[in-house]
C-alpha cells in the first residue's frame, strides 16, 4: 500500500485515523453551517466547536497565485483547483496575468457575503475606456457560471483576446511517498494525544500561528510536517497508535531525523510498560528507528516518549509492522503531478482529472471557436509575453497547441479571440466550471449546461443582486461607489490553504499579497463585516479565539492587541444572543487571562503592574515605526520599556467582559476584573502621566521591574506624544483634566489632527516623520477606537468629526483609483500600501452605515444593550441599556440612523430627551448625567 502525504489508500483505515485524530486536543476539522449567514438558529454554536474555518462555498476567490476563482477538495488537504480568467488586448506583448501579488490592473468590483456572486473589474484602457467585468455565479454547489462582459467605450473598434486557465496548486514544493504492508496506515507524529513540558517556555500556551506543540514545517517529512521534541529532559509526548491488523507481536518503525552532533535518548513506555532507552543515532536526513513490540492487545497502540536531555530530534511518524515486512516499508520523493488527465467530452467542453484530488473538473465554453492549448510554465504570463504565443493555434508559429516555458509548470488554456468590439458595445463570453464525484457525473452536467447558455442570463441576474448593498439614505448615496468596493475587497480577500491545528482551511486576509493569519487586522475585518454579514464576522472571531482544550489561548499572528474583544461585544451589541454569549464568553476570558499573565504568559514581568507584550510580538499597537517603539528596539530596552497601549486596552478588555459577566451573572468573574482594573488604572495613573506633554508616556523600569520614569526623546520630551500616549482615553481611566488635554492633542491642527484624520505622532514632535509609514500617513483602526471613546465621552460632534473626514478621503481616494488602501498621506491625502486592503481600512464600512444605513444605532463602550428593536420600517427604536464605568460624569451619547422620511423624539427613562439632527434620518441622543445605571430609551415618530 502506497500512503503519500494526505492520502490513505485503504477507507477503514483512513476511518480509524480519523477517528484516532479527532482525540487530540487542537485538532481543527470540519467546516461551521452555513446557516450562520442567514440566521441564528437555536444550537448555531454548536457548527462552531472543534473547527476554526469558514463556511463559505467550495468554489471562491481564493487562490495566493492568479486572480480567479478556485475549488478546495472535500478532503481539504491543502490542494486548490484554480481556474484563471484573463480578458486582454490581441496581439499585443502586454499580456501579465492578473496577479494577487501586484497591482495588475484588476479591482474586486462586487461580492455577496456568501459568494453566489462576486465580480471583479479589468481595466484594459483606463479609466473605463475599454474594460472588462469578470463574474462569477452560483448555479449549483458543484457548479459555476463565469462571465466577461467586455465594454468599448472608446470612439474605434478593439479587438480583444480572453484566457482561460485551469492549474492545480500544492502547498508544498515536493511529497514523500511511503510504502506500506497491505492494511498497515501510517500515522503522523502530528496526531499525538497529548505533549507536555517539565519547563514550560513562554510562548508554552500561545504558538504562533496556532501550530500545535512542537510542530515544524518539514517537506521531507511524509505529512509535511515533523514533531520536535525538546532538548530538555522531562517533555512527554503521548500517542495512540492503530493495530489495524490486531498483530500479537509486532515492530514500530519510528521515521526520524536528528541533525545534531550526537545521539539522542527518548525513553519509550508501550501500553504501560517501560522499554529500555531508545537510540536515535544522528541522521542529518530521516531514517528509521526499530522497535520490537510483544503482547500486543486490542486495536490500539499506547506510546509515550519522554525526553532524557541529550537533545531534540525531529519525528515524522510510525507504522506497525510484523518483523518480516520491514523491508517492504520504503520511503522515496515523489515528484508533483500538476498534468491532469484530459476527456474532451464535447467540442466546447473538457474533463480534467488530477491524480491527487478526488473529483473530476468540467469546464465547458459557449464560443465553439476557442482554442484548447497547454501552457508548461509556472508563470503563464511570461510565457505569454512572447509574440509567438499571442496567436491561435491555428498559425504555424505555435506548436500544435502548446506553449514551451520553462517546463516546471502545467496550465490548461482556452483562448478566445479575437473579440471585436465596436464603440459603445457591450459583448460577453460565458464559461461553466463544474466539480463532481465521478466523471460521469460531471459529464452529464456538461451536457445539460450546454443547452441551457440562455437560461443562465436569469441566474447570473438574481446573484448579482444578492451582492447588493443595503438601501441607504440620501445622504450616503455619494459614498456608495467606495463602500461597494470596499466591502467587495474585504468580502473576498480570502486564501485557501492556510494551516493550524495540523488542518488546512479557508481564511480571510487584509489582502492577498498574506497568505496567513493575521490576529488584530482580522478583528478589525470582523468588525467591518458585522454591518455586511453577521455569519462572516461570527466566524471570524471564531478562527481567533480558543476553548480550553485547545493548545494556544487565542490564534497569534502578529500585534496581540485584542481587537477580537471589540468584535465581541459588538456582535452582541448587534444581537442580545444569549446562546452566542455564553459560547464565546470562556473563549475571550481565556484570551484576556492569557495577556494578564495566565497560562505561563510573559506580559506580567513588571512590578509597575505595566502589561508588555514585546516577547509575543515586536508590535505593541501595529504602528511598525511608531517612535518609542523603534527606539526600544533599536536600544534592546524590551524588558525594560513598557508602552501604554496594552494596558490601556488591556483595562477596556476587561470592562467589556465584566458587562458580559454581569448579563451572565458571573458575580466571582466581576470581582477579578473589578481588581484588575484597578491594578491597571493605578499603574499607569501613578507611572505614565506626563503633565507637561499632554500624554501618558512609555515607562522606564530598573533590572528588578520597578517603574523609574517616563522615557524621554533626547531632545527631553515625551517619546510618546502620539497614538499610544492617548490610549487611556479609550480604556476611560483619564481625570477630566487629562481628558481636555489629551483630546486638544487629537483634535488640534498640527498636533495629531490632519485633513486627512488623526495620525499617529504628533507633529510638532521632533520625531514626526511625514515620510514615514505609519509615522507621517493617516491609518483607520485606531480612529475607530477613539471614534467610539467619543460616544462614552459624551463628545459625539468629534466622532462625526472623525467619521466624516475618513469617509471622504475614502471616497476621493477610492473614486480615483478603484483601490482601497492601506493608508493615506498627510501631505496629500493620497492612498497608499498595499492597493486591494481590508483589513485596518474596514472601520469606513462601520462609519458609513452608523451614519447613512437605516436600523444602526451606535455608542460607547460604557453602554451594554441589554435589548433592543427598530421599528418594522426603521421608524422608531426601543432600547434598554446599563451604564457602566460613568466614573467622570460625562453621561454617554448615541447616533441613531432611522428612516430619513419621519421626523422623531425621544424620551429617555420616560423623560424627554434632546435628538439633535445630523442629516436625514440621522441622531445624536445625548444622556447627561444619570443616578440611573438602567435606561431605557425610546424614539418615535413626531405626530
Known sequence: ???????????????????????????????????????????????????????????????????????????????????????????????????TQRESGYHPWQASPTLSYFSYRYELEWKDGVYCDVSFSEIDKQ????????????????????????????????????????????????????????????????????????QVTDENAVSGTAIQTSKIAGQVINFKLGNFRHLKNGLLIIRYKNSGSKDVRLQAVVNGQTKKELIFKVAANYAQLNLNINDLKGEFLSLLLKTIGDGPIFLDGFALVNNDEVPAVKFQNEELNLKPEITNVLHNGAILKYNDIDEYYGILW???????????????????????????????????GR?????????????????VVKPGQMLSKNFVVVSGSTKDQVVEKLKSFNIQWASFETAYTKRKNEAALPKVNQGGKPFSFSQQLMAATVLTNLNYPVFAGNKYFKHTTPGKRWSSFYTWDSG??????????????????????????????????????????????????????????????????RYYSFLSGAENSPTRRLKSGMIQTWDIFYNSGGWDDYSPQVYTHQKKLEKLIAPVINTAHQIRFAKLLKAAAWQLGYKQDIAIYDEDIKVYTNALQQNSWDEAAGYFGYVNHDADGKATGILKHETGVNYNMGLDGC?????????????????????????????????????????????????????MPHQWFLWKTMFDLNEPERALQIANTALNVWKRETDDTY??????????????????????????????????????????????CIKQSFGANN????????????????????????????????????QPVKLTKVANGSYILKITSQSKRKLSIQITKKV
Not at 155 to 176: D, E, G, H
Not at 367 to 377: S, Y
Open 1 to 99: 500500500m502506497i500512503y503519500t502525504r494526505f492520502k490513505i489508500v485503504k477507507l477503514a483505515s483512513l476511518i480509524i485515523l480519523i477517528t484516532i485524530n479527532c482525540l487530540f486536543a487542537g485538532q481543527l476539522s470540519a467546516q461551521p453551517s452555513d446557516k450562520i449567514y442567514k440566521t441564528w438558529e437555536k444550537g448555531f454554536t454548536q457548527s462552531l466547536r472543534s473547527t476554526h474555518d469558514m463556511a463559505l462555498p467550495a468554489w471562491g476567490p481564493y487562490s495566493t497565485n492568479y486572480n480567479g476563482i478556485s475549488h478546495v477538495p472535500a478532503r481539504n488537504n491543502g490542494i486548490r483547483f484554480d481556474v484563471i480568467v484573463q480578458p486582454s488586448f490581441y496581439l499585443r506583448n502586454n499580456i501579465a496575468l492578473a496577479s
Open 143 to 214: 457548479s459555476r457560471l463565469i462571465k466577461a462582459e467586455f465594454v468599448n467605450n472608446t470612439q474605434s473598434n478593439r479587438s480583444l483576446a480572453l484566457n482561460l486557465f485551469s492549474t492545480i496548486s500544492f502547498p508544498y514544493n515536493k511529497m514523500v511517498k511511503v510504502t506500506l504492508p497491505e492494511g498497515t496506515s501510517w500515522q503522523e507524529a502530528a496526531s499525538y494525544i497529548s505533549l507536555t513540558d517539565s519547563v514550560k517556555s513562554p510562548n508554552y500556551n500561545l504558538i504562533y500561528n496556532g501550530q500545535l506543540r512542537g
Open 366 to 400: 459557449q464560443d465553439t471557436t476557442a482554442d484548447r492549448r497547454t501552457i508548461l510554465d509556472q508563470s503563464p504570463d511570461e510565457a505569454l509575453a512572447k509574440f509567438d504565443n499571442l496567436v491561435k493555434a491555428g498559425h504555424a508559429r505555435l506548436n500544435g
Open 403 to 419: 506553449i514551451n516555458g520553462n517546463g516546471k509548470g502545467y496550465f490548461r488554456n482556452v483562448f478566445i479571440t479575437p473579440i
Open 524 to 589: 478589525f475585518i470582523g468588525l467591518g463585516y458585522t454591518d455586511i454579514n453577521l455569519g462572516r464576522a461570527l466566524e471570524s472571531l471564531n478562527a481567533y479565539t480558543m476553548d480550553e482544550q485547545e493548545q494556544s489561548a487565542f490564534l497569534e499572528h502578529g500585534t496581540p492587541l485584542p481587537v477580537q474583544a471589540y468584535l465581541f461585544n459588538e456582535l452582541w451589541d448587534k444581537t442580545q444572543n444569549l446562546e452566542y454569549l455564553k459560547y464565546f464568553y470562556p473563549r475571550l476570558k
Open 727 to 779: 490610549s487611556p482615553l479609550i480604556a476611560g481611566i483619564c481625570t477630566p483634566q487629562q481628558q481636555v488635554k489629551l483630546l486638544a492633542n487629537l483634535f488640534t491642527s498640527a498636533k495629531l489632527w490632519t485633513e486627512q484624520g488623526i495620525t499617529a505622532i504628533d507633529q510638532s514632535s521632533p520625531y514626526y516623520n511625514k515620510d514615514g509609514y505609519w509615522n507621517g500617513r493617516v491609518w
Open 819 to 864: 483601490n482601497c488602501w492601506e493608508n493615506f498621506g498627510v501631505e496629500t491625502g493620497n492612498g497608499g500600501g498595499w492597493h486591494q486592503f481590508g483589513a485596518l481600512s474596514s472601520p469606513v464600512i462601520n462609519w458609513y452605515n452608523a451614519l447613512y444605513k437605516p436600523g444602526t444605532i451606535t455608542h460607547g463602550f460604557n453602554l451594554w
Open 875 to 910: 421608524d422608531g427604536y426601543k432600547g434598554e441599556f446599563q451604564l457602566f464605568d460613568n466614573t467622570s460624569n460625562n453621561g454617554a451619547a448615541m447616533l441613531l440612523c432611522l428612516n430619513e422620511n419621519f421626523e422623531y423624539k425621544a424620551a429617555c427613562n420616560n
